[in-house]
Structures are given as C-alpha cells and as structure tokens.
C-alpha cells in the first residue's frame, strides 16, 4: 500500500533495489503530448548514480523503455508503462544486512510491518524506488511546460552550514546544472563541494536543505482545505527518503515576524494584482496567487556511513555494522530532479482538479431561475 | 474539491463562517465504540473562540450535534454526521471586505480560483472550518486511546523567539491545559502570554510553532514510498489555515550534524529493539519504529491586525484596509487541538490500513505448493 | 466504509431511518451555478412517501435545508450540505424487529458484521438513505442540463409481467409524471397500479424494470478499462436498495442474436456520424457514441410484506414474524427519481474526468522536438 | 484514467494490443504469501488465444514475468509489477481500420474522446488489456483460498439459446475445465461448441451468458449504500469488454414473483442461521449473509465478423468493411478465467475493507465513559 499518488494524473510506482527493475504506471496522462524515451531518460540521467565526483561511483546505467501509452510519438491517453531494468546487483555484499539492522534505515520498521524485507540494498526502501517518480515527473512537468507555461527549478541552498545568499526568486536553470552540486552560486558551490570530499574522506556524511521554485504560475491552482497546494507538496518532498522537514514561502523563520511585517501587501502592477513581497510564498488559502511558488526541504544526513556502528541483529543481540560499499555521502545532488518530479506530479494533478470543477462547465445565460432541477 | 481526507477512515467536512454551520461526516468508524456528544465538545470547547484572555473574545458556543451513526451510545459503523450551527454572524461588519481583499488572506486567491467568494468572515477559508476537523479527530483519538493506547499530546513551545527549553518526551497533557497559552513549561507560557497581550494592545499579530508528540505508537504503521507515516502528517499540519512549515524529528535543525552524529543507534533495552536516541522521531522508511513520534509546526503571525494596510480592490484598484472586530492575536493556542485532531485522523486511518494488509491474512500451514491458483 | 460516491464530483451520504436525520456533502461542485431549495425540494418530493395512492401512506415531507456551499444564490465551489430532519418516527412499531430478522432485509447482515444495528426501520439500510443521493443527484442534473444539453428520464417499464411496449427512445418526461405509476404508457400504467393495489390488498408486493434514458450526450464521456461508463453506472444501480440487475443496450436479449444482427454499422447521417441501429446502448468501449444512452435496471419486490413469514431471531431460534406498519408494496415509483440522481451523479462525474485529461491542455504549436523534459 | 482498480488491494493495469506489452501493478499485497510465476502463469494459460479449437487459432505464450515485490518465493507486501512481452504483431493487418471504424468497437469512440488511436489490434481496447486483470487476479484468488477458504468458479451456462439446466449451487471446478467451453453439462456443452463451430463457419459470431459461484464467504463482508458488494462486482463485470448486463441472485428474472414467493426465509440449520432459499444470491443490504454468492453475466456476440459490414472512414464517408484475420467467434470460454479473476479482486478489497473497520478494534473493557477524548 502507499505505492499510487495522485487522484487524475495518478501514478503506481514499483521495484526493488534488486529484482527486475523499477518503473511506474501513469494512468490520466491527456492525449497529444509528443513524448519520448530520450527525453525521460535525460532526467534520469540527472538522479542517476556515478554522473559526478562527488556522488557514489556505483555504475547503473537506468536505461528507460516506454511499454504502453505513446504511439507514433504522442501518448495516445492511455496508462504509460515505464521500466528500468535493475543492473550491477550484488546481492553478496548484502549478507551483513540480512541479519543486522542499519541504524537510521528502515530495515528494522520493513520488519517489524510486514514480517519479511529484501535485505540486499534496501528493497522497496532503496531510492532506487524514486526512478519511477523522476520518469513520470517528467511526463508531467512536459505537460506543464508546453502547455501551461510553468517551469520548476529546485537547487541546493544549503549543505550543512554552507548556505548561499538567500533570494526570493528563481535562478536560471543551466546555472544549477553547471556544477555537479547543483547549486546555482558557484562560490558557494565549490564550498559544498569541498565539503562533501571532506565528509566522505571521513567515511561520514553531510545533509542540508533543497529549495524549489515554480514560476508561472496562474492564480487558481490549489484547493482550500485538505487539498490546499502547500499540503499536498508537503506530503510529496515528505514521502521522499531522508527528508525531515518542508517549508514554504516564510517558513518556520517568518513566525518570528509580526504580522504588521509578514503580511503581503497588495498593488496593481502593470494592470496586474501583485503583491508586493511574497512572504506567502506564491499560496494563499491554499490556493496559488500568481506569484512564484517556493519551498524548502530538509535532507538528512545519510544514513549509510563507512564507520562501525552500534546495532541489534534480528534476534534482538547487539552488534556492530559496518558500512562498506559505494555511497553517497550527500544525497542532495542527486535529489533535486526528484524534488522537482515530485512537484511537477502535484501541479499538474491540481491542474487537472482546476479545469475540471472551475473551468469547464457555464451557467452563463442561465437566468437561475430553476424552473426545472 | 479538497474537503474528504482519509484513505479508510474518511472524513468530509463542510461550512463557511456564515450560514448555515459547520460540520464533518465520518465514514468507516468502526463499529462499537462508546460516544457522547459531550466528549466530542470537550474537545471543540479546547478550540473555540473566547475561552480565555488571550483568545479572539467572539463568543461562539459551538455546540456539536450528533445527527446519525451513533445509536444507544455506540457508534453503528455507519457515517456519523456531526453538525454545529453558525452564530453571533454580523455580515454588516465585512461590507469592506465584499470590495477589498485582505492581505495574506484567501480572499484574492478564492475570488480568482471560484470567480466569487464569501466575503463575510472568510467564508469556507476561516478557521471556523476546523470545527470539523476536531469533532472527527475527537472520535479517531478514543479509538486510538481506548483500542490501541495510542496518546497524542501538542502544545505550543515557541511564540515568536520566546521557546520553552527543548525535551525530546512528551509533556503531560494536564501541564499544556493548565495555562491558556497551552505551553507546559510555566515560566515560558507567562511570557509568551506577555508577549501576546503587548502585540493585541498594538492591534498586530504573532506566530511561532507548535510541538506534537505520540506515545503508545506501536512499529509497524505507516508505508513505503507515498503515504509514508510523515508524510502523511506533513499533508494534515499543511492543510491547516496559517501553517507555513513541518519537521518530523530532528527536522532542519537535524540537518547540520554529520551522518555519525545524526543516526540512531539500535540497542536490546529491557529485551525490546530500541533506538539509544530519537533524531528520527519515530519514523523509519516512512514507517513507526516504536519510538516516540514527534513533529513541529511553523503558524505565521495572524493575517488580520488591527492596523492599516496596503491592498486592491476587486476591481484592482490601489486602495487601504483598516483591520476591524475581535480577531486572535495569535492563533497558536486555539490550534493546538486542530493539530491532535490532525494527527489522530492519520493514526488511526494508518492503523486500519496497517491491520488490512498486514495483520487481516494469515498463510501458516501452507505449503507454498501453490497447484492451485 | 463505503458511503463516499464519485472521483471528482463527490459526495458523502449519512442518515438512518430514525435519529437526527440524514443527509449529504457535495465536494467538488463547479462555482457559479444558480441553485435554491425549492430545485431540490422539487425532486425530493417525486422521491417522497405519500405522493400517491400507490405508495405508502407514510407522511415524511422530507423538507431539504441547504447549510453551506450557497451564497446569494450560486454555488461557491466549497462543500455544499443539504440535511433533511427524520420525522414521523414511531420507534416502538419496531420492538419486534430488534429480536428478529426480517426475511431478504438486511437485518442479518449488519448485524454480522457490525454486531450491532439500528433496529427501527432499518436503520441505514432504510431507502430514507437515498434522499441524500436524490439531493445530491438534483444539483448533478441541473448542471448537465445547463451546460452540457444532457438529459436524463427514467421510468417504470415493466411491473412483474405488465410491460409497456418496447421503444428506442426517450419517452416525454412529462408523460412519465403524469401517472403516479411513472409509466409513460397510458394504458400500461393503468394495468400496472391495478396490479400494485391488487397486492396490496392481499399483503404481498412486487417488483419490475425501471428504464433510464440519456439524451444529449456528447461522444467521448467514459473511460477505458475499470471505469466504464456502463461499469460506473451498473454500480450506481446496483447500490441502490432492492436491485437485482442492470442491463445496457441490448442487454441479455441482445446476447440470443448473432453479431451479424447485432452490429451497429455506422452510417453519416447529415453529417454527423451515427450508427444506424443502437443495441450498444450509446457506449462503445465504456465511451459514450454520442448515440442515446440507455440502461435498465431489475428491482425485486419489496421484502416487507403484511405476511406470516418464517425467521429465527437473534439467539438463532426459529420464529415468525407478521409484517405491521405502512410500506410501498411496489418501490419502483418512488425509485424513478432515484435511477435518474445515481445516472446524474455518474455522468457529471464523467463529464468532469472527461475535460481533465482531454479537454484541458493544448499542445499545438509543439514542435514535439521535446529538447527540454 | 480509468486503469485502476481496488480501495486496499489496488491494481494499474497498463498496455496496448500491439507495443511492449500487458501488464499490472499490484499495490497492498499481504506480505508472506508464497507466489511463483508458474501459478500466475496457470491463470493466464486458461484466458490465452489458441488454446482450443474453439478460439482464435492465435500463437499468444503469454509468458508472465514476476518484477517485483516477491523475494525469495515470498510476497514483500510491496507492489508486485507483472509484465507479458506483446508477440506475433502484424501491424500491417491493420492497414484499413486506421482509416474505417469497425462497428460495435471502440474505434470511433477512442478517436472521438482521445483525439487519436492505435488502431492495430485495437490498442488499449483489445481483450489483451485483460491479461493485467487475470494476472492480479491469481493472486487474489490464491490469498482467498488459503487464508479465508472462499473459491470461486464461473462457467459458461448458456450460449445464445443453448442453456444448461438451472442449478442453484456452484459445479465443480473440474467439470467446468473438463471441455474447451467451460460448461460443466456435457451435453449442453457439446451443443455449445456445435453451435460456436457452425458460427465461425459462416464467419459470425455469437454470445452468451456466464455464471460465477462462490463458496466459503464468510457473513459481514460488503458495506452499506455505495459500495455494496453487488455494486462492486457489477462494476468489475460492465468493466470487462463485451459485457452488456449482470444479475446477482434471481436476476431480472425474479422481478416476475411477488414478494411472498421471492423472500428467502432464515432457519437454523445446524446450529447457523441460513436461509431456506437463496433468491438474494449470498447478498442482503449489500453484505454477503454465508449463502453462496452467484451471478450473471451477459457477453454480447464478438463485434468482429468475416463479413461486410457498413460503417464510415475517418472522414466520415460511407464506406465498407470486411472483417479479417483471426478472431474469437465467441469470446466466453476465454471470459470464464477473467471473471473469475475480477470476482477475486472485488472480494479480496472487500475482506481487506471490512477487517480494517469492524475486526480491527476492540473496545471491550471499557466503561464508555468517555472521560477524555
């Protein structure tokens, strides 16, 4: 349970680390979109493993294959099958685990929940899982583009005490992809990723936090109440491995303002209601406003490190574990195509809602009278 | 769309500030439970308005009825149907608000999603919303207490830059309920209480975070990949008027500390798998581990203050809006129950889903032969 | 469980037969359209007791009060709640059945499997239930009709041997309401309530086929695969109360013919293309052909009947039981109203799906070079 | 949209006749039921072309490959991703349905809703699309038999006016696979295949009826109002291609028979309350009752013929269309494993809904108090 997401463009996701591969189903993809393989594989390639120094080295080429739902170029409407093939597995390497739980991994809660778990790699809890997601988010976040106009820049903006200069608008897309840290100011780039050699000299490793923004934007998207934008790209950055916290427009920092400084004013620019500061972060009511959309998320540090650690085995005896192996020693390189997959799948969902309850239907020459239910 | 949250335990909630009421009805309680209307308005007089000198003095008694689900005392397992009649309106006092949308409020952003909105009080998007909310989570919380011995327990550990020492267990329930502002550590809550009074007497507004800890959690609730357990909880706080952030654990804060420092190491106490710290407050892989839950919500400074500010006007006009009537100060006190509502509702809806899949089949005695299909 | 209908246009019913009323939540419903009481009423009072002599002498008035979701007289696009108070309640006409299970109800049942139930006339198993799908259904309908041009009229075509001659096409809503029978067949009708009084006089009941055709409908409502427009609707009906069967098109009949008879060939009808025969019933591949829709359903003959009938009671010993009290000896009447709100509900919903995926987005002008994911 | 299915037990099926393949995503799968490829692979040998001389002499191996969520001969409770490679494409047959609808198909009404189609094989609306379902199905059905002893058995009872002899228990699932048309009677099935035989002969087609069992329910599963489980399973039954009605229990048929004769009496049998006749078919206010539960399926004769037929092109000029290849003159002995397959899927969400509501929780001990929410 907990492997589909969305309610139009609805998403089922699948694999293990080892096994036959990982892929997804997309069931509500609109007709007509010209799609293909090249251009989901180029986000993979940006989430892959080994594509820079300072991510893991392990080789895994996560080659896509589209099965189902794209014809002679354009999606034909129905569900898209989407599979990568599971490669370079080294179930022996595994051994350790099977009867050791990694601290801080979800070995011991796989467990405990289902009895059983796929110790080699992590199984269904490796972030290998999140292949599906970044395919799929790229079906999404074209639909966005082409037709919505709306573009999605995440980047780092902090590895652990190494934050860049804060700005309330999006930088320019190439600048994150220009360094293999994916953070747009180059200083602060070459820091963090100075900082990340450090760590992984140590056999430790380094979080810190990622920031998203959505420009584009019409006002309307979102929903009050249980659906409102913010709360549904809170459960998406959420339901991703090694996050710990979301914000978004002020955050947790603008409770410390007073009102009389947090709210945003309203003006007229250039025959446009805008507000002036955008502390609310592009929603409002739960509702975008027309402002840029911008969040933060909070990565932990990973979980698997090259040191001997104190642990249970599945007896319950304690032990050591010692990480060996080739990890990454900062997941947040490689988690910004995600984080931007994730909220691709939630804008285009809240489209989808949009249209459907506020745009498609006129009562216009109604004269209300309801003569007749 | 956006007022039916729950996978099993499914809650639609509906009402504006005016008309009407406000209500909430709950579809899949199971069946047997013993439930007055009087607990659940113990539960709503926590979150109504004028219950101290800190709160909004409007006087709503919020009187709850219980108009089907419950027969002889016990819930049938059939929808319950909790209603709450709207009183005390003034619609003359929101004249102004028809022509001119209120700073980071939901007026503008309503107007444009819905081409119309409910000027008066806020309509759908007022707090008066909740009502609902806490009325369903006043049922999923017995569940959870009287079946399970699962406890929720929230309360406010920061106003602004005023925060009560940190602790990594929860307080006790009756030490939140002893002071107005819901803060368990006295000396803090005497100064944050100062600290709303002197912006009330300002006519501004404060924010600050509330603090959520679970006990009693069993491992095992929870899921991979989307509906992780915080994320889950993430969506619930998100969707809660004025919320602008969520940690689960060691949150940002967490994202400091190298990987050695962060994890969680397992060890046998008095012959259960345990965690020798907390940082990642209870959840693993998305899934309770056993350990204390804990979680932190970021509520901005209140929208409305009682000073002049900048805006338009429907017509984009640039114009002033005097802030008017009786409005909180902050409404950090009156949500702590929202948030244990909150909570509970995904507790208990991940219990059921837990139990379904995990607990309903049993495949002991079988041979694994499999001949027949 | 299981009293949340629809994806996009949802609602939530909830009521017993005894108790504080019952009712329903609409969310999702588009803003801006004009909607009063008296619309509702209107249909309310086609589904209501005491209409007729026909049916049961039983006086409800069933008087609908809209609490949230209008305002000024159009819907705001927020949840509207449309109650119904219970009156007329004589629960101690209902002692004998808290001991005994009434044959072919559903006292049985729910007592399995929620060990317990509301024994007074029936509790949630009533057909009071449906007054909150009739509401619900009034709203759907009023915006097909106004948006879309669709339809809907359903009648009575067969009580137990009695049947009208058969006809492609939608009879005149008006020829249905004329008799209380709801048979647009003038004579038909007049044999049909000679029969329903003949039962009545001697204790027993009946039952027959109710027929629903949908006029107007555009091509392209429906969806591949799980959610036919002829699946989602063969649910609808099949939720209701004391059906047996659903059919569309052609129906069993239709399976005797060979596919050389049973084909319908398309042909170019004034420039429109249409097929020239309609036993598909207006969908071809669970999507609607622009064609009439249409569909019958079986409903059995009401179980409560003024007879001696054997039964155990709750210990399981054998005993009798003396139907008393005010039914319908026939419920087809009243279950016009009925088949027509679940056919309105399944058809806006569809319509919403509908211009979601394949109606919102436009991808012309791509070059579907797809240079950028 | 459209392509998923199930609460608990939720499947995505995915795939088109021609592409890479069919296929199903199972999420919510209980961990630790044994499960190889061999047993999925059994299902799908029963739904395959050119399995007898009374199917479309089709080569289709159908070789299902088990992806994920199975390890080490155990379910994971993750998502089990089930794949069968497309063989033995000849696009090039297709050549004149790109340009002419073939009528009584989805041709018309795929290009009419999605703007586009694939028309080799039909695409999405091919029977292939079925595969997903029976493969998902075998494992359903295997958690039944082994965890709740429920069974399930359909068979062909009648072929356009060719009926086996009535009988109200299931036959024995061994006589149902003794002939190539699944009818347990002989004799009646020797008229089948005469009668299935002389069709294709002229190049027709004809339909028919299937008959589903199932044995070992336990009383309580199924819900009130929407989802009854009658209204679940006539979903799953209108879902399938060619599939024109459905009857529970006495059907259409029993609409004939005052309410006297039609009631099914309860008597102690043997220490369990049973009833003496089985009119309601297993089902009563929606919730089996411990009787076995039986339906009717109404499959329309096989829209493609070796005729000439008229209908339009694309353009919509009259034109006409002569029906090639290698297709089913009947599809209902191939339809028996896929109902059986659906009837599965229903039941199990089912079993999964109702122990997470009504055996999940236990509020014995307590004194109802309620003393704290």
Redesign the interface.
């Known amino acids: 349970?907990?492997?589909?997401?969305g309610?139009?463009f609805?998403i089922?996701?699948?694999?293990?680390s080892h096994?036959?591969?990982?892929?997804v189903?997309i069931?509500?993809?609109?007709?007509?979109?010209?799609?293909?393989a090249?251009?989901?594989q180029?986000?993979l390639d940006r989430r892959r493993p080994g594509q820079s120094e300072i991510t893991t080295p392990r080789k895994e080429s996560d080659t896509v294959?589209?099965?189902?739902?794209?014809?002679e170029?354009?999606t034909?409407?129905?569900?898209?099958?989407l599979?990568v093939r599971n490669k370079d597995a080294r179930p022996e390497a595994y051994s350790e685990m099977r009867e050791k739980?990694r601290?801080?991994?979800?070995d011991?809660?796989?467990e405990?929940?289902?009895?059983?778990?796929?110790a080699e790699g992590g199984?269904?809890?490796s972030a290998r899982?999140t292949i599906g997601r970044v395919a799929a988010g790229?079906v999404a976040?074209?639909?966005l583009?082409?037709?919505?106009g709306v573009r999605i820049v995440a980047f780092i903006d902090?590895i652990?005490?190494i934050a860049m200069p804060p700005s309330e608008t999006a930088p320019d897309a190439e600048a994150v992809e220009a360094t293999p840290v994916r953070c747009p100011h180059p200083a602060t780039a070459a820091a963090m990723i100075e900082r990340i050699k450090e760590?992984r000299a140590k056999g430790?490793?380094?979080?810190?936090?990622i920031r998203c923004h959505i420009t584009g934007l019409p006002?309307?998207?979102?929903?009050?109440?249980?659906?409102?934008l913010?709360?549904?790209?809170?459960?998406?950055?959420?339901?991703l491995?090694a996050?710990?916290?979301?914000?978004?427009?002020?955050?947790?920092h603008?409770?410390?303002?007073?009102?009389?400084e947090?709210?945003?004013?309203?003006?007229?620019r250039q025959?446009?209601?805008r507000?002036?500061t955008n502390?609310?972060?592009g929603?409002?009511?739960?509702?975008?406003?027309?402002e840029e959309l911008y969040f933060s998320v909070?990565?932990?540090?990973?979980?698997?490190?090259l040191?001997r650690?104190?642990?249970?085995d599945k007896e319950?005896?304690?032990t050591e574990l010692m990480g060996r192996g080739r990890h990454d020693p900062c997941v947040l390189p490689r988690a910004v195509p995600i984080v931007e997959a994730m909220a691709a799948l939630v804008l285009l969902d809240h489209?989808?809602?949009?249209?459907?309850?506020?745009?498609?239907?006129?009562?216009e020459g109604?004269?209300?009278?309801?003569d007749?239910?």
Chains 1, 2, 3, 4 share one sequence.
């Not at 294959?65 to 014809?71: Q, R």
């Not at 430790?204 to 936090?209: A, E, F, L, M, T």
């Not at 909070?298 to 490190?305: E, M």
Request: glycine share 16%.
């Open positions: 349970m907990g492997s589909i997401f309610s139009m609805r089922a996701t699948w694999g293990e096994g036959g591969g990982v892929g189903v069931d509500g993809c609109p007709p007509g979109l010209p799609l293909t090249e251009e989901i180029a986000e294959e589209i099965l189902s739902g794209v014809h170029g354009f034909l409407g129905t569900p898209i099958a599979n739980f601290p801080s991994h979800a011991f809660t796989y405990r929940k289902f009895g059983r778990r796929m199984g269904r809890s899982e790229a976040r074209k639909i583009r082409l037709s919505e902090r652990q005490d760590v430790d490793s380094v979080g810190g936090s006002a309307g998207w979102g929903a009050p109440v249980f659906d409102r913010e709360a549904d790209l809170a459960k998406a950055m959420l339901s491995p996050t710990k916290g979301f914000e978004v427009g002020s955050g947790f603008g409770t410390f303002l007073p009102g009389s947090h709210n945003d004013a309203f003006e007229n025959g446009r209601v507000t002036m502390r609310s972060g929603v409002q009511g739960g509702i975008s406003n027309g909070a990565f932990k540090p990973t979980a698997t490190i040191q650690q104190a642990t249970v319950g005896n304690a489209a989808m809602r949009h249209h459907a309850q506020c745009r498609t239907f006129s009562f109604s004269d209300g009278g309801g007749e239910p």
